[in-house]
């Protein structure tokens, strides 16, 4: 959600998010940097500059040392500080479990907002992020991840949208349609509400999604609540193509369609002449963005998949 201040003409907008998760890592250092990260994101989606920040913590009485705190918080402040959001203070509670993140303040431009409910058929879907995060983390829980593969998935969940969000606006207004984050409803859920929201069908092609390497191996053993959640509530809107070189119902590609995904990256809906360019900025940056699909006209199911 927003709120202008001052002249509506010309003036500036605040965008205004809050996420706050228990930790999907042991390290609670890197739980603290992966919390922050993941709640700039909203901001970055919508095309704004976050610039404040609130801390929002649950930590139990006993069991938990003090220096775990401490490197909570001092993980979630120095990935505030990359992203040059200032924390001006916050709110601790005592639980049974431990949770952590922040409430974020950004300021927009009115005129480029950018929301999931605007994709335009003949768009191209750009995801920036590679997929897997929610797999490793169930895999975490129960020691079936290896070092290697925590590692990646770390790697991606700490680095902010920020870089993908200043390409986006650098492209002219009108160029960029749609752009959401990637989070719990998974990469299927989202990309559904984009489809529901513009009244279009998106097409997505399984075979391009970017995934952390090493995850589809894991995945039939690490299917999260979170994973079945989603894939009951989303799949009667979602037509999975049959036949020869298309995605089967027992592939692990369809699993991570509905992984939920912590810290991920953003889809973005771009047109089709401008799509081109906009990738180029985005891997000049470092990004490892891929095309995923295209956008078409309202016909039958709100997601196709192949």
Do not use: W
């Not at 909570?72 to 992203?83: C, P, S």
């Not at 593969?149 to 790697?155: D, E, N, P």
């Not at 193509?241 to 771009?270: E, K």
């Amino acid at each position: 959600m927003y709120a202008l201040v001052g002249d509506a003409e010309g003036g500036t907008a605040l965008v205004q998010t809050v996420d706050f998760f228990t930790p999907i890592v042991d390290d609670p250092y890197t739980y603290g940097q992966i919390a922050a990260a993941n709640a700039l994101s909203d901001v970055y989606a919508m095309g704004g500059r976050p610039v404040t920040a609130l801390a929002i913590a649950a930590f139990p009485q006993e069991g938990l040392h003090t220096d775990d705190i401490r490197l909570i918080f001092l993980g979630g402040f120095d990935k505030l500080r990359e992203a040059g959001v200032a924390l001006l203070g916050g709110h601790t509670v005592q639980d049974r479990e431990i949770k952590f993140g922040y409430s974020v303040t950004g300021t927009i431009d009115p005129r480029r907002i950018l929301t999931n409910s605007n994709a335009r058929p003949g768009d191209r879907l750009i995801l920036t992020k590679p997929l897997g995060t929610g797999i490793v983390g169930t895999a975490i829980k129960f020691g079936r991840a290896s070092d290697d593969l925590i590692a990646r998935a770390i790697k991606q969940m700490t680095m902010l949208n920020r870089k993908a969000a200043d390409a986006i606006a650098s492209m002219s207004a009108d160029s960029v349609h749609a752009c959401t984050d990637i989070t719990g409803f998974g990469l299927a859920g989202h990309a559904s509400e984009m489809a529901i929201g513009s009244n279009v069908t998106i097409e997505i092609d399984s075979k391009a999604l970017p995934i952390i390497p090493g995850v589809i191996e894991i995945a039939s053993q690490n299917r999260s609540g979170g994973m079945k959640t989603n894939e009951q509530h989303f799949s009667a809107g979602i037509e999975f193509l049959t036949g020869s070189g298309d995605l089967l119902a027992n592939d692990a590609r369809r699993d991570i369609l509905f992984d939920p995904q912590t810290s991920g990256g953003l889809l973005i809906s771009v047109a089709a002449e401008a799509a081109a360019a906009l990738m180029e900025k985005l891997q000049k940056s470092g990004i490892q963005a891929s095309f995923i699909g295209t956008v078409g006209t309202m016909a039958g199911k709100r997601l196709r998949i192949g």
